[in-house]
């Protein structure tokens, strides 16, 4: 019961009939579409040497969208115990929720934070990012108490809620005092942490809270449905931005081997009395 990526309706002969519409980090690939220039400006030396192709503007709403996306790839992989939306619109004050996906543990609300090459310390309800305080503790599980009041409403179950935060790529995660409510993970062992979350919720319970977080009346008015052709360009500025970050990364290991090449022979030259 994983959410359908593609957002026209489904036939109503198929498993995911009731799956709403929204794709994965949806308001963010139209901000970065919004804000990311048309074309290649980077050159033909920037394209060699792997320059970020994003524009600064564009950066953070684009580091979002790839990271919800990332998370989502994870949850629609959990296998048929799960029912999974994303980029779900709540009461209209409170942020869409990244994910929502129900499964034995319950319903666990994810939020997505992609923070690459950060260092990320979380104390209780403290986070800092590159020790700057953020107040995504509050935010996550603000999301989560929204999520919980809307499915109960919708579905007459009393169903456990979990916030989850998910930090993608970071450099370093410490979570020196556990939250008390919500539970961090990095994405790189997310499926493995929430396969083992104890089961809370069985049967027609389960059933009838998957029905109510995959059926579009449950929650609030979603943003303006993205074209195929945005999603198309949001796709290849991906492809795009991961061939730089690659280009990059090889010619600084080249740059390195180079130095420690000259520097080997140097010290070489200099013992054998060649140099100096």
């Known amino acids: 019961m994983s959410a359908d990526p593609a957002q026209g309706p489904a036939s109503d002969d198929s498993p995911s009939a009731l799956t709403p519409a929204g794709v994965p980090g949806r308001s963010d690939i ?59 619109a709540l009461d209209g004050r409170t942020p869409d929720a990244d994910h929502v996906a129900v499964g034995p543990p319950g319903v666990l609300v994810v939020t997505s934070e992609h923070h690459r090459v950060k260092n990320v310390f979380v104390a209780g309800h403290e986070v800092f990012v590159d020790r700057e305080k953020t107040d995504l503790m509050a935010r996550t599980e603000s999301s989560a108490d929204v999520v919980g009041r809307m499915l109960r409403a919708a579905s007459t179950v009393d169903v456990p809620v979990t916030p989850v935060l998910v930090f993608v790529d970071p450099k370093r995660l410490v979570v020196r005092e556990k939250p008390e409510r919500t539970r961090v993970f990095a994405d790189l062992f997310l499926r493995r ?52 970050r690659r280009l990059k990364s090889f010619w600084m290991w080249a ?21 100096g």
Do not use: C, M, Y
């Not at 503007?57 to 999974?84: E, H, K, M, N, S």
């Not at 389960?206 to 995959?214: E, F, G, I, K, N």
């Open 193 to 244: 942490r929430l396969k083992r979350l104890p089961a809370t919720l069985a049967g027609e319970d389960l059933r009838a809270v998957q029905t109510a977080a995959v059926t579009a009346t449950t929650w609030g008015s979603p943003a303006p449905l993205l074209t195929a052709e945005q999603l198309r360009r949001f796709d290849t500025l991906d492809r795009t931005a991961t061939k730089a």
């Open 30 to 88: 139209a901000l970065t579409l919004e804000r990311q220039p048309a074309g290649d400006a980077r050159g033909s030396f920037g394209r060699v040497f792997g320059t970020n192709p994003i524009a600064p503007a564009a950066r953070a709403a684009f580091d979002r969208a790839t990271g919800a996306r990332r998370v989502a790839r994870i949850l629609d992989g959990l296998g048929p115990d799960w029912g999974v939306a994303h980029a779900v």
């Open 255 to 275: 740059g390195a081997v180079v130095t420690l090449s000259a520097v080997l022979l140097i010290v070489q030259g200099v013992a054998l009395g060649i140099i």
